[in-house]
């Protein structure tokens, strides 16, 4: 057999194991439509203490415990309990002003919700009249009135752990949160009432849980990783404990979407996982094949399907590496069909796992920014490889933490023009980036109305290379979306804008927008510097613009070093544009770097405006020659360019051109099909999307960075 052969063999049972799980979440989504069961039982008899573990929640807990005073369950049953964890704020005064009983806990090396369960559930079980179950309840969530209930009675019906529903507040923030709602949506509803219709258990999800006290007695809370609540309930199953699901016992809590927040909690959550998977997974395969056991079987299962985001990635490799072999002739179609079934049972999964939970039109229309969480998904699992604790806790940022921190970076438009060119520009949305609708005589104008004023107006000239960056790097799109004027300066934009349905005016490609800038800063009388380029490019690009406009002043030009001290590289290039008086600012460093570096000095730039025209400098300088003026207009130019660069273009054109036939032109067509129109905030406003990293990292501020 050749290694063809067994390269379809691998193929082929990779892409058969890889159907496995879509066909049980399949299976899960159809049972879910089953209703609810009701335990007819009488309830409101146990004394429950819930436990609210906190660390520095002052802007989110008097909304807890709001919610927990409000509870439809006898309130001399109740005791609320928040556990201090290390605070440095308010969290002691403003809990003890809410009535609530408070254990300060101060251990700063052992931090983490897992030993702060631990510590303050040893206190409450050796109470000399301790009460009957322990429920945990997180600071920033909020209970439903029936959440307590709803936990009583599965206790009352015999189960020692109950796990009750955990969904996401609808804030109202945006896409990213909504595609997070859907999720939830298929794990905490879809998934568990799926599970209890089969009558099989569910899993622990840290918030919204009762815990038994003899359950506590029997089998101690020794989780401590950043899946505690995994490692808990998996420990539950090898004591042969089975967490029962309580659908109408409700809580909901922020979610981030794809921001800073979010990558804190998916390093959080997928190490941890990953940490129990190592260590549990093993334990439960053994306890199975020692006992037969069941419970310990379905345990092993549900902690070896990986996450719904991990499959979507996995399918599309396999299905990419199938797609690849059968054009090739290497593998035959067979095996490609295999991969196709796994996925369309995962797109299955998906679709009537939301209608079996009966999820709202907008948790289907965020189904269209999956790819950008797939992104964001592969990225954490890239930054796993270089190793992560299993015990390391980080605190995810709370929504005020990030506004705050989203309103000192975000620039400050206070001077009448900006705030008129914030607020009067036709913007529309593709694909994520804003375009302004403008031709080129209007952009031309829109640059010569900022001369004079400060801060500096950011133009950026957006190519489908722009677009691709601006979804694989948070900062790009930051810098984008906050930009001042945003033109089309590839023609993939303007296909795509009509693809959305929201067509722009066309073309402003830089190597056209610079020469009639030029003409405009010589009639009236502004100064251009030009930064960057190569090897002299950037003086052989100022003379072609002076024999062309004779009375422009170029007030400098300057090529920074590929080698040199980076701490002092932008306070010297600032000098030298300062002391040149410049009024216009041509940054030709490549894109991002260009585009990232004058968003990290806008504000102390000595200019009026800043724009990245990339290679412009190059072909006015006459190193390469453009293409034919039909070409142009047909959207072609590029293929002039690769043939000019082969070795520096090819790669990063197949790779844009993969995102545009991939990710690109369906999100567009989509978004056109569903209706969107997705509004474009004011410049230097917070995002709807949740978050895009706050301030530039230190690495992109200086041009070596």
Known sequence: MGAASWGTLLLAALGALACVAPLLLVILAVA????????????????????????????????????????EYPAQLIRIVVVAD?????????????????????????????????????????????????????????????LLGGLEAALTAGADAVQGEYLVLDDGSGPAIALRQAAFLLFHRTRFRGRAALGLPCSLVGNGMLLGRSLLEHVPWNAFTGAEDLEYSTDLRLAGIGPSFAPRAVVRGPAPGLGRAAGTQRMRWEGGRLHVVRTRLPRLLAETLTTGRFLTLDAAVELAMPPLGLLALMSL?????????????????????????????????????????RAPRSAFLALL?????????????????????????????????????????????????????????????????????VDGCQAGE??????????????????LQFLVTAHCHREVHRVLREAGLNVADGAPVVWLSRLRGLPLEGRVCGTDLVPALASLAERRGARIFLLGGRDGAAAQAAAELTRCHPRLEIAGTFEPPVTGPESSL?????????????????????????????????NRLPVSVAMGVGCT????????????????????????????????????????AAWLVVVLMPMAVGLRLVGVRTPVPALGAPMASGGEDGAIEAEHRTVLG
């Open 86 to 146: 290390n605070c440095t704020d308010a969290t002691v005064e403003v809990a003890r002003a809410a009535g609530a009983e408070v254990m300060v806990r101060d251990e700063p090396d052992l931090r983490g919700k897992g030993r702060a369960l631990r510590w303050a559930i040893d206190r409450l079980v050796d109470e000399t009249q301790p009460v009957d179950a322990i429920a945990v309840v997180d600071a920033d969530s909020q209970a439903e009135p029936g």
């Open 446 to 463: 829109r640059i010569m109305a900022a001369v004079g004023s400060r801060p500096a107006l950011q133009v950026c000239t957006v190519n």
């Open 617 to 656: 400098f190059d072909i006015l300088a006459g190193r390469f020659q453009r293409a034919p003026e039909w070409a142009r207009r047909s959207g072609l130019e590029c293929r002039y360019r690769l043939a000019q660069e082969p070795k520096r273009l090819a790669l990063r054109y197949a790779v844009c």
């Open 369 to 437: 920014s999956t790819p950008r969480f797939l992104v964001a998904k592969l990225g954490t699992y890239l930054r796993m490889t270089r190793g992560l604790r299993a015990d390391r806790w980080q605190r995810t940022e709370r929504p005020g933490e990030a506004s705050h921190r989203r309103s000192a970076a975000a620039p400050r438009h206070r001077d009448p023009l900006h705030r008129a060119i914030a607020c009067s520009a036709s913007r529309v949305d593709v694909c994520g980036v804003p375009l302004d609708r």
């Open 317 to 357: 490799a396999g299905g990419g590496i199938s797609l690849a072999g059968v054009v090739t002739g290497v593998v035959p179609l067979w095996t490609l069909l295999i991969w196709a079934a796994g996925m369309a049972m995962l797109a299955a999964y998906v679709v009537v796992g939301l209608l079996a939970a």
């Open 570 to 602: 932008d306070d010297e290039i600032i000098r030298r544009i300062r002391d040149a008086r410049a009024d216009i600012l041509l940054v030709a460093l490549g894109h991002p770097k260009q585009d990232l570096w004058i968003a990290a000095n806008r």
């Open 32 to 71: 879910a439509f089953a209703p609810p069961r009701s335990s007819g039982l009488r309830c409101g008899n146990h004394r429950i203490a819930v436990l609210v573990p906190a660390h520095n929640e002052v802007e989110l807990l008097p909304r807890c415990l709001a919610s927990l005073r409000a509870q």
